[in-house]
């Protein structure tokens, strides 16, 4: 026992600490497991402060979040918006239509005078694939990806993982099936790296043209190898939601039929919709996931996507909780690991 | 350091018992009361408390634990802890809520309790039991019902320990060391 002042209860120490390394949300490629359940975990005591009747605390008075994005969100955004103004950050949101994007203004020229406002947080969507590891390259400000391209969606994986770790428990083992527009995916990417990471198996289905290259282990150049998770390919859907615990349809971007990848709407939906009798194969107690947003009657039929074992909703109710516990965690006032607090408890 | 406890395990649980009896004088019975821990000193203390008043009165009252953390003014000198702790309450809309505490010392955690607890509900009323009072205020507050009074220095480490927590009962005063 050492005779520093400190509370009482629970003694503080460096093993009780739990993991947080991120100065900025990328990707779910860095994070460890431990980092993963930091975040899981802080989301459910936000959870709970989003069901109180005033759902609304100062832990980050004077913490600003500016939402920067140059892609259409409905929910990210708004997510996003409400898990700084619970607690009790200000956030402000630009689009950029609005911004001085529009006049020409860079990337970096645009995150640098958000930076010089004192804005401490950046949520950033962006079409282009990397451009918020651009940005954080150029600020000290954090930076969160909120989707870039079709890589990652880092936000939208861990809030899935949430979902499926408040039904499940323990994801070790559970069949994990993805269905869709792969190739375009950056929910299924990010998701990929999370649920290998939590010992879920990863399975990716949809027809062979929206399957990105390089997934199949004999696709791979010997380099590859280990740099991606291990995910099983199946281009029969019947066959992949044999068994699964998780079906997770994905959008279709309609956009893509005219890039010639699909014959056409109708057929697509009638080889991959995800259809109450598909789901007849899948393991009792199956959750039904859809990142949003969705299109009903293509990817997923209307009466599936609001059935009893679809978590569309919740997922959408959890990405304020784990945005929250984001948010709180990146502000950088918590506690140094293995510096217990100066100041005792009242 | 080692120093002789200010209570012993007979002491504390002999207070503890007082303190219940006087929380549900208070009260005038068990009717319409809630116990409520603050997270961190507080969980264990509630348990005995409403332990106790099932003993002498037949009927326990609800009983619940508060996460005070994201309400304190303190932050910013502190840190956030990367973890919380969770929130349970039962409803508390009209009842009389006893916060409960292990030491009642600055009362900023106290402030922030009464804070978190009106994201909640609107008690009748809310009072403060505690087990020991350090003295030290910073803020006009005062607990209702206090298990022993203990004059310290403001380094002073006082340190309430329970049986369900660190193995066993005792209230010690730890000297600060002298401010550098």
Sequence with gaps: MTTETRPPHPPTTTSRQPAWEHHDVLDLDDFSVAEIETVLNLADRMREILDRRIARVPALRGYTVVNLFFEPSTRTRASFELAGKVLGADVLSLTANTSSVVKGESLIDTVRTLRAMRTDAIVMRHSMGGAPYLAAAHTDASIINAGDGAHAHPTQALLDLYTMRSHFGDLHGKRVVMVGDISHSRVARSDMWGLAAMGAEVVLCGPPTLLPRGLRASDRPAHAESALPAVTIETNIDHAIEGADVVMALRLQSERQQGGLLPSLHEYARLYQVTEERLAKAHPGYLLMHPGPKNEGTEIATDVASGDNSTIEEQVTNGVAVRMALLYLLSGRTEAPGEPSSEVRA | ?180
């Design chain 2, 1 to 180: 350091m080692t120093t002789a406890p200010v209570l012993d395990a007979d002491g504390v649980r002999r207070t503890v018992r007082r303190l219940a009896h006087e929380i549900v004088e208070s009260n005038a019975g068990v009717e319409g009361l809630v116990l409520v821990a603050i997270e961190g000193g507080g969980a264990a203390l509630v348990q005995r408390l409403a332990d106790e008043i099932e003993q002498f009165e037949g009927a326990r009252p609800p009983t619940g634990s508060l996460d005070v953390t994201l309400h304190r003014d303190d932050l910013h000198r502190r840190g956030l802890p990367a973890a919380l702790k969770p929130t349970q309450l039962p409803d508390i809309d009209g009842r009389v809520v006893v916060l409960v505490d292990d030491v009642l010392f600055t009362g900023r955690t106290v402030r922030a309790a009464m804070d978190t607890l009106n994201d909640y509900g609107r008690p009748k009323a809310v009072r403060l039991a505690v087990l020991v009072d350090r003295g030290h205020r910073e803020l006009p507050i005062r607990a209702d019902m206090v298990g022993k009074n203990i004059p310290t220095a403001q380094t002073d480490d006082v340190r309430v320990l329970l049986q369900e927590v660190d193995g066993r009962d005792a209230v010690v005063v730890v000297p600060g060391r002298l401010e550098a």
